[in-house]
Each structure stands twice: as structure tokens, then as C-alpha cells.
């Protein structure tokens, strides 16, 4: 069975091979109702920053039926932003294979 942890994991995978080097997620902290990511990079600034900070909730999705949405991000160093995603609900997807 697919735990949460591992569907971030291949969540964050996914979100970089799409979105580096400009944009690259990094799991900070999995607690029991949030979830901790740093996004490193330039960042296109004409894109937004707020859409590469959204976009993972897209990517997650693809792998676990959740509701989440961003608390708070802050600059956590330069070019590293830290964002909290708070989980509004959650269930496991099941993948047939």
C-alpha cells in the first residue's frame, strides 16, 4: 500500500522534472495535518513565484486524493523559499497495476 509520505516523495519528483532548475522541491517536514517544502531556485518572476508554490498541490493530486492549501511561505534564504501546506482532508489513491 502507497503511504502518504512516499506519494509527497514521488509527488516532488515529479514537480522537478518539470519545473528545474528554475524551481526545485525539497521536503522539509511531514507532520500529522502539514507538510513543509522548500522551493530552491531563480524563478521565472514574470510567472509569479505564488504559481511554482501551487503547482505542487497539482502534482500531489496526481498521486493521493487530498484537499490541501498554503498556510504561509516565507524567503527562507536567498533564493530558497519555505512553504506550509495545510491538509484539509486526505485518502490514498490505489493504483491498479
Known sequence: MVNFKDSVLRAIKEYNR???PEAKAK???IGEKDLVLDFEGSFCRTCGVSDYLEDFVYELQKFVDIKIRIESFEEHKPETIRVKYIELNISLKIENK
Do not use: A, I, N, T
Request: glycine content about 0%.
Open 27 to 29: 521536503l522539509v517536514k
Open 18 to 20: 518539470y519545473r528545474s
